[in-house]
């Protein structure tokens, strides 16, 4: 590799100084043309998952080479959520891909606002809100959405409750394509979300400037793939990608698909 590298910085003095280009400026060039850096991959998971959801995702975006976070979202309120994730975004230095599956969507979508640094947008069956519309409202925008009927909320002492798929009811409804023992693990560690985070609303879109591309699941019961479609055309997605059998858990049962349609985000031009 030496060796190439010396080659290449050679010719490339050779030619500078022909042209007039001082020996500097062909180092910098031959630098800059070999140190851009690759983004790092923020994912964002979003209700009823967990950071560990993103296992298959994260395997093979770092068997291609990149740098990989995947925080807890707090799950307790839209803004609050998107503050905490916009922390997370600024201690990253360099370029950052934004990917948020289901509530996430919502959480990348305000946390991404007019941030520099985050050169894309990825939602992977996922909610892409405009300006006063909540997680709640798209929902039910299009008929398919079961979820509401398996839902066991947990009171809580503000007036608020926290939100769970019922176990039993959860491979059907979340991953029915996932594994029968995965899916039942996936139940007991399901982290819950609170009713307000749902029905809060979004501010203005980072979508609306930041490039977009999505991942929809055909099968999903909790955002009807009609919402998904509608939300990925108003966004003016660059690359849409649907996968006609998939449940919500779309990245747990195709990560490949997945992973693939961030890498094509991280290279765009």
């Not at 740098?67 to 201690?91: E, F, H, I, K």
């Amino acid at each position: 590799m030496r060796i190439r590298v010396s080659k290449a910085l050679a010719l490339m003095v050779t030619l500078a100084v022909a042209g007039g280009v001082s020996v500097a400026g062909a180092h910098a060039a031959l630098g800059g043309a070999r140190s851009k850096p690759k983004p790092t991959i923020v994912l964002v998971h979003g209700a009823f998952a967990e950071s560990a959801s993103w296992k298959g995702v994260i395997e093979r975006l770092q068997r291609r080479g990149y740098q990989v976070v995947a925080p807890a979202n707090p799950l307790r309120g839209l803004s609050s959520d998107a503050d905490y994730l916009r922390t997370v975004v600024d201690s990253v230095a360099g370029p950052v891909v934004l990917v948020g599956h289901s509530y996430g969507g919502a959480v990348i979508t305000n946390a991404a606002r007019g941030d520099a640094d985050v050169k894309a947008l990825v939602y992977v069956a996922a909610f892409a809100p405009a300006a006063g519309e909540s997680a709640l409202e798209l929902s039910g925008k299009f008929p398919g959405s079961t979820l509401g009927g398996t839902l066991a909320p947990l009171a809580l002492g503000d007036g608020s409750s926290d939100l769970y798929i019922r176990p039993d009811l959860f491979r059907r409804q979340f991953a029915a394509d996932v594994a029968k023992d995965e899916a039942t693990l996936m139940a007991v560690t399901q982290r819950p979300i609170r009713d307000a985070a749902l029905g809060e609303v979004s501010g203005v879109p980072a979508w609306a400037g930041t490039p977009s591309w999505f991942l929809l699941a055909g099968a999903d019961l909790n955002i009807p793939v009609r919402a998904q479609r509608w939300m990925a055309a108003r966004a003016g997605s660059r690359g849409t990608v649907e996968i006609a059998k998939a449940s919500h858990a779309v990245g747990v049962s195709h990560p490949g698909p997945v992973a693939d349609l961030i890498v094509r985000a991280a290279t765009a031009r």
